[in-house]
């Protein structure tokens, strides 16, 4: 196996053997990961870097009977603030950062269906945040996606370093925290006056959007709720589905087209999403399928290519 | 409505193709409107990419950040977050990854209006991207095999609309590409794993 310079470096320098922490074969480690987001509370500080951009966050998380709540200010450029409470929206700073998708609720680990997908693997031990964490690697098994490096906490099980690679082993993005303190103050939690409180939620429904399925979807990948909703109001209604293979997503958007609305066939990356857009046409009405997710491009072009739509295409027929 | 009618002067005064009531119009407007001005800015940092200008913000921090993260996580974090915003920002334009779908039909942009020509070699992202990822994949030569994009070819493209005109993306469907990325990264947020790295993707895309 040909090794990279890095991992040579870093293996010989500062993945150490740690007989204890590897003593948890790959799956207890992200089971552990898993049960970490439902009961650890903390304060940290990470970056997040992709091509092109590089941020800086705080985080303060109590978990506690009550549920999960979690503040999240970004420290850099625009102060941008945000308060969740069990995963919905509390307030934000910024109306570009609020959505109010409400879909299913968050998705538990299942490494017996990863490990389908992806070999996981130990690679060894270093530290974050000046704390030891086990590197768990994630490599896919086909073309389909992506693959991940996770650095768990050995303590805590928290994720505090996670790396996203692609199949030329160039990396897409990287999170990492810098600091993180398992105690929180008292008024940790207290938002900061740009944290708007939310308008009422646009009205929303789970509907059932088979017609839109696309006709390909990677092996793995299963369907979460779909959602039929206006993106802002006095728009036609835009149909959302979020696809997963337990780590991996995309989400795939349907909308009319009209000539206030036009849109061609596209392809757009921003660091390590992949946004592919596709005109269907269905009975007269151009509609426009996108796909966005953390998947590789050749995968987004196949998902988009396979809705039975596009086939009946006017323009496509000769 | 009048959005609308603003942004196609806001358009055309880029294409060097707007009135003077237009002109008059967009400066009026974008005195009083942030989000036009930020659009209007965009659009001009677009333009420069694609006209090879220089921009003076055009420099590059995510490279040595990126590098110097490698040896010393914690201490040079802080001069990461010192970074001017201006040169954050056209970090992001300069160095938007580049769409590697050569043999896909579809039009090649890039987020916002700047676009790829659809004969260019797919280029590795700049930045992080290019030194090498700890270990990964090395284990998958099947990656790149060109099997699966053939077939998909074949049995995909084949049945798709013609080759997109070579023209950017409507305003509209730049808007909406951006409205999407951030759904779609705020819908991540509602998953378990890995936790926060939705919602940094999601807050990465704010200010730009």
């Known amino acids: 196996m040909k090794w990279s310079r890095h991992l040579a470096c870093c293996s010989a320098a500062v993945l150490m053997a740690a007989p204890l922490a590897q003593a948890k074969d790959a799956g207890q480690l992200l089971r552990g990961m898993a049960d970490a987001v439902d009961q650890q509370s903390y304060q940290g500080a990470f970056v997040y870097e992709r091509s092109g951009s590089f941020s800086t966050h705080h985080i303060w998380r109590q978990t506690d009977d009550d549920g999960v709540t979690e503040r999240l200010l970004r420290a850099d450029g625009e102060p941008q603030e945000w308060l969740r409470r069990d995963g919905r929206l509390q307030c934000a700073s910024s109306y570009f950062a609020v959505s109010d998708w409400q879909g299913a609720a968050s998705q538990a680990v299942d490494p017996a269906r990863l490990q389908r997908w992806y070999a996981l693997e130990v690679l060894g031990s270093t530290r974050v945040a000046d704390r030891p964490v086990t590197v768990v690697a994630l490599k896919p098994r086909d073309v389909f996606r992506y693959a991940y490096e996770l650095y768990l906490d050995d303590e805590t099980g928290l994720l505090l370093k996670s790396l996203l690679i692609n199949e030329r082993n160039v990396l897409l993005e990287r999170f990492q925290f810098v600091d993180v303190n398992f105690s929180l103050p008292d008024d940790a939690l207290e938002v900061g006056s740009r944290c708007l409180p939310l308008n009422a939620a646009q009205p929303e429904k789970l509907v059932d959007a088979s017609d839109w399925q696309p006709g390909w979807l990677p ?31 995309f989400t795939v958007f349907v909308e009319p087209l009209g000539e206030e609305r036009p849109a061609d066939n596209l392809a757009a990356q921003l660091g390590p999403t992949v946004a592919i857009s596709r005109r269907l046409q269905v009975e007269g009405q151009t509609y426009l399928a996108t796909i966005v997710g953390e998947i590789p491009p050749a995968t987004a072009e196949r998902i988009a290519a396979s809705f039975p739509h596009a086939a009946v295409s006017a323009e496509a027929l000769p | ?35 036009l001005r930020s659009t209007w800015a965009r659009y001009q940092m677009a333009r420069s990419v694609m006209h090879k200008e220089p921009w003076q913000g055009s420099v590059d921090l995510s490279a040595g950040i990126a590098a110097a993260l490698q040896d010393e996580p914690a201490l040079h974090l802080e001069s990461g977050q010192a970074a001017p915003v201006a040169a954050q920002g056209s970090v992001l334009w300069r160095n938007l ?94 998953f378990n794993t890995p936790q926060l790295v939705p919602y940094a993707r999601a807050a990465s895309m704010e200010g730009r």
């Open chain 2, 1 to 35: 409505m009048r959005n609308e009618v603003l942004q196609e002067s806001l358009s055309a005064l880029m294409d060097n193709e707007a009135d003077e009531l237009e002109v008059r119009r967009v400066l009026q407007a974008a005195d009083q409107d942030p989000a």
């Open chain 2, 97 to 190: 990854g580049r769409v590697a779908v050569a043999a896909s039909v579809t039009l090649a942009v890039l987020v916002g209006v700047r676009m790829v020509n659809q004969g260019d070699a797919p280029t590795q992202p700049m930045t992080a991207a290019s030194s090498p990822a700890p270990s990964m994949l090395q284990a998958n030569p099947a990656a790149r095999s060109g099997a699966v994009l053939a077939g998909y070819s074949q049995t995909g493209t084949a049945a798709a609309e013609p080759l997109a005109p070579a023209q950017g993306p409507s305003a509209w469907h730049e808007q909406r590409i951006s409205r999407y990325l951030r759904e779609h990264a705020e819908a991540g947020a509602q």
């Open chain 1, 219 to 249: 092996p793995g990948y299963t369907a979460g709720d779909s959602m039929v909703r206006a993106l802002a109001s006095g728009e036609p209604a835009v149909m959302t589905r979020v696809y997963s293979d337990g780590l991996a997503r």
